[in-house]
């Protein structure tokens, strides 16, 4: 069974799509699930907020260009379960040399082929993508199964929403991935004290409502401080209100995942009418899904910790106990 590629994109910059990335891979490990993160921003902030050194020559170009195989560049991090593929800054170059190519959409899916073929394949694998609609990103998204898209809770954003959300109509229409779907929209940087954080959502959620994942990612100094350190939030401060929302999501997000294929079978069968009906309802976040900073306190501080009581992994059956 092939490992479901998640292409973790958005072309505005800033929207926390590599905090995403390394902090959902980090949890779904946790989760006992083994996970491979791609890292194919030449900028390399997945492959060092995850403590990993740069080196020449370590990324997916030459790989990219069919000259070595992708398992010679995969290694372990300190996050058990999870290894990663770094990439460095000579990965730029590759925009130009795979734009010279007949298929370029498709090296990227041919460089998968040798994990597709291993006995025991990852759970799942994450592409963290440049900033941008370039080559890299057009091939992240040509070899997906599925499009997560961090947006930040301001209203600019929306607009880099749509663009999204239309690529990947033109991707499937176009037959160059006739199986990319949105896989899911996280809300990044929310601020429960702000009515523009609300109002974000809220018109997010009218136009994609069951796309939108019911855990919001708060504003938070934590997650901030995290990458400088090379580390994942879980790691770095396991009890912040970043730990609780990004576990949170990756809950969420094993969930739709093992949904996935019954939803698909329910909706071949279901009444249109049930559909439509189902579609206009009203977005409701769930009640332990927004881990905010209560209102006077700064987003991140220690007394982000304090609010309503959140499941720890202490007390959580399907993640392992540590101390």
């Not at 209100?241 to 939803?263: D, I, M, P, Q, W």
């Not at 249109?272 to 009906?277: I, K, M, N, R, V």
Request: glycine share 6%; with cysteine.
């Amino acid at each position: 069974m092939d490992s479901p590629v998640i292409a973790v994109a958005n072309q505005k910059g800033g929207v926390g799509k590599t905090t995403t990335a390394i902090n959902l891979s980090a949890c779904l490990a946790e989760r006992r699930k083994r996970v491979l993160l791609i890292d194919l921003d030449p900028q390399s902030n997945a492959t060092s907020g995850l403590g990993v050194e740069q080196r020449a020559g370590h990324s997916l170009y030459p790989v990219l260009l069919g000259e070595k195989s992708i398992r010679d560049f995969i290694q372990p991090t300190e996050v058990k379960r999870l290894d990663l593929l770094p990439a460095e800054v000579d990965l730029a170059g590759a925009e130009v040399d795979i734009a010279r190519s007949e298929h370029y959409l498709h090296p990227f899916k041919n460089a998968l082929q040798p994990l597709r073929e291993e006995e025991q394949p990852y759970d799942f694998i994450l592409v963290d993508c440049p900033p941008s609609l370039g080559i890299l990103t057009m091939n992240a998204l040509t070899a997906a199964q599925g499009l997560l898209i961090p947006i930040q809770c301001e209203y600019y954003a929306l607009e880099g929403l749509s663009v999204m959300a239309r690529l990947v109509r033109q991707l499937r229409e176009s037959g160059a991935n006739p199986d990319l779907d949105i896989a899911g929209i996280v809300m990044t940087m929310y601020d429960m004290r702000t009515n523009l954080s609300q109002q974000v959502v809220q018109e997010v959620a009218a136009h994609f409502a069951d796309k939108v994942f019911e855990t919001l990612i708060p504003r938070s100094v934590r997650l901030s401080e995290a990458p400088s350190f090379g580390r994942p939030i879980i790691q770095y401060d396991r009890h912040c209100t970043g730990s609780v929302a990004y576990r949170n999501l990756a809950k969420e997000f094993l969930r739709r995942h093992r949904n996935g294929a019954a939803s698909d079978a329910l909706r071949q069968t279901a009444d249109p009418a049930e559909e439509t009906e189902e579609a206009a309802m009203p977005f409701r976040p769930e009640s332990n899904a927004v881990p905010a900073s209560p209102a006077g306190t700064e987003p991140g501080a220690p007394a982000e910790t304090t609010g309503p009581a959140v499941e720890t992994p202490g007390f959580d059956p399907d993640i392992p106990r540590t101390e």
